[in-house]
């Protein structure tokens, strides 16, 4: 039987306040959400020497949970300062993403800088970490017009589902699904990883690991190569991670005992870290990614349809290009007239585009036609504040 690789990858996203709102509001499902981050590091301790875990936590969850406000409220039920302290753990790898976790393809290409570096400015600071190698898109929603993107920023690899890969030469299934892989666009080149989605939503329901041990190796055993097997969800939603038994989560019942059957040699799958994985075993194929993104309970994902079927779902993502464009076309003429360091008006240009920014993340238009007016709120208050640093344009010409 051919040796196997696991790459685990799980992420975790609230809504911003979304914790707050929710201790005031449903304080056991809060809890429950909190202790998905916190038993991370417990399911971890004592497997650091053999554990790989791929974590990617939003922008806007860890700004919640490095606020001292929402640790002195959840004080007693999770220590996340602490929690946030411990996550420097060797057997956690950190994967950079968006800060107000938007579908990357739906939002305007101006934005994409924006929403990376801010996310990278906190990511650095919490935990410390110098550099990201590997990129997770939100809701895994890709193009290739990214590429150039990503690779300005020095990730080496980015995350795509394998429903998506279209080889440039002839592969076999199992070629396509089970190694990185590489893509260019517009002279730029990145590492792609496909993410096995019936693996991922086998890992998302709740899987035993005797058959996912067989599973993988039916699937693999006929490779003629290492195959990387990347299993990828989110770790802070559904009974399976929320659940507060041991015994019935994915962390008892699943992660714990994989791992006791790798640490006695009785399991043909070794848990990795994708960097490790690609320097060695170098992708050598080119592949082509269609745009899309994960799969959703009633999506496919690749037309986007969760974050688009509903007239007021577009409408709300066409206010964000024509707000989004009247910021930058203003960000232009301030240069222009050299206004950039007037400090009021790069105050008003900076509140702007945190209110654009915010306004575009996924959770706004994930519940069809719900959300939107979170989405709709926040580009209000962005216009209001342009007008006001237009008129103060216009009066420092006079």
Not at 88 to 109: D, G, S
Not at 371 to 389: G, P, Q, R
Request: net charge negative; charged share 25%.
């Amino acid at each position: 039987m051919v040796q196997a690789y696991h790459a685990l990858v799980l992420n975790m996203h609230q809504p911003p306040g979304n914790i707050m709102d929710l201790m005031a509001k449903e304080p056991w499902e809060a809890k429950q959400i909190l202790y998905c981050y916190d038993r991370v590091l417990r399911a971890l301790s004592g497997y650091e020497d053999i554990a790989h875990v791929h974590m990617v936590f939003s922008g806007t969850l860890l700004e919640q949970l490095a606020d001292p406000r929402v640790q002195q409220h959840c004080y007693g039920t999770v220590k996340l300062g602490d929690m946030l302290w411990s996550y420097r753990n060797k057997a956690i790898e950190f994967l950079a993403t968006c800060y107000f976790h938007p579908v990357m393809p739906l939002i305007p290409r101006e934005d994409w800088d924006a929403q990376i570096e801010r996310w990278l400015g906190l990511g650095r600071h919490l935990f410390d970490w110098e550099h990201f190698t590997g990129f997770w898109p939100p809701e895994m929603g890709f193009c290739m017009e990214m590429i150039p993107v990503l690779k300005r920023f020095g990730f080496e690899f980015v995350i795509v589902d394998s429903d998506y890969i279209e080889p440039e030469s002839s592969l076999k299934w199992e070629e396509i699904r089970y190694k990185p892989h590489k893509a260019q666009y517009d002279g730029c080149e990145i590492i792609v990883i496909p993410r096995d989605r019936e693996f991922s939503d086998a890992q998302e329901a709740g899987m035993d690991p005797g058959w996912f041990a067989y599973e993988v190796g039916e699937r693999t055993r006929w490779c003629d190569f290492p195959p990387l097997v990347t299993t990828c969800t989110d770790g802070d939603n559904g009974g399976w991670f929320r659940n507060t038994s041991w015994k019935g989560n994915f962390w008892g019942h699943f992660f714990r005992p994989l791992m006791d059957w790798y640490r006695e040699g009785s399991l043909a799958i070794t848990p990795v870290k994708i960097i490790d994985y690609i320097y060695q075993n170098p992708p050598a194929d080119y592949v082509t990614i269609k745009s899309g993104s994960w799969n959703t309970g009633r999506h496919h994902g690749h037309d986007f349809k969760q974050w688009t079927g509903s007239l007021i779902q577009r409408r709300g993502l066409g206010e964000i290009k024509r707000v989004s464009n009247r910021y930058h076309e203003m960000k232009k003429l301030i240069q222009q007239k050299g206004k950039e360091n007037h400090q009021e008006i790069r105050r008003l240009m900076d509140e702007t585009y945190n209110y654009i920014l915010s306004s575009e993340s996924s959770c706004n238009f994930f519940w069809g036609s719900t959300w939107v007016y979170k989405s709709f709120d926040a580009l209000e208050k962005a216009e209001l504040i342009l007008d006001e640093a237009a008129r103060m344009i216009e009066l420092l010409r006079k």
